[in-house]
Every structure is written in C-alpha cells, then in structure tokens.
C-alpha cells in the first residue's frame, strides 16, 4: 500500500504520514487503532514490526493490563465514595 493510499484512507495528508512513519509525529492511539484496521493486524504488530514478542514483553505488557485493571477498580471505588460523601452532606439526588 503506499504513503497516498493509507494518507487517503486516515484522511490526512502524505506529508502528515510520512511524518508518522518516520516518527517526526507521535502517533495517538485513535491513529494507531486506524492504522491497525488499515493493514488488518493487532497494535501489536505495529509495534513489533510483525515479529513476534518475545516472553518477557508478553510477561511485562500482562502486568502492565493487570496493573491497569487494578487502577480502574480503584478509580471506581474512589468515585463510589465521592457520590457517598456527597449524598451524605446534601442528600440524595
């Protein structure tokens, strides 16, 4: 596929992705997602360049999800008590 092709299909243009692919331009993660769609792989292999991970990143982006995961929990937690708190002082809503 060529720089025009994928520029047309992120609709942007060729200079803009030419500047993603040489890394002048940091790639967002909607940009990465679209990326992926356009060649038909996971995020991973963009990454990866299409080879495969070795254990010890496969181990390290497992815990950076576990990790993840646990803070969402927490995140909602902290949420849950701000509502209690608040409905405390002013009452249900």
Known sequence: MT???VALKLNCSVPAYSKLETGATDVTGSRLIQLAAIYNCGIDKIFTFGEPLDD???RKI???INELRKTKEELA???HKIIKLYEEKYGAS
Do not use: G
């Open 62 to 64: 497992a815990e950076l």
């Open 3 to 5: 720089q025009q092709q």
């Open 56 to 58: 010890s990143v496969e």
């Open 77 to 79: 937690n902290l949420q």
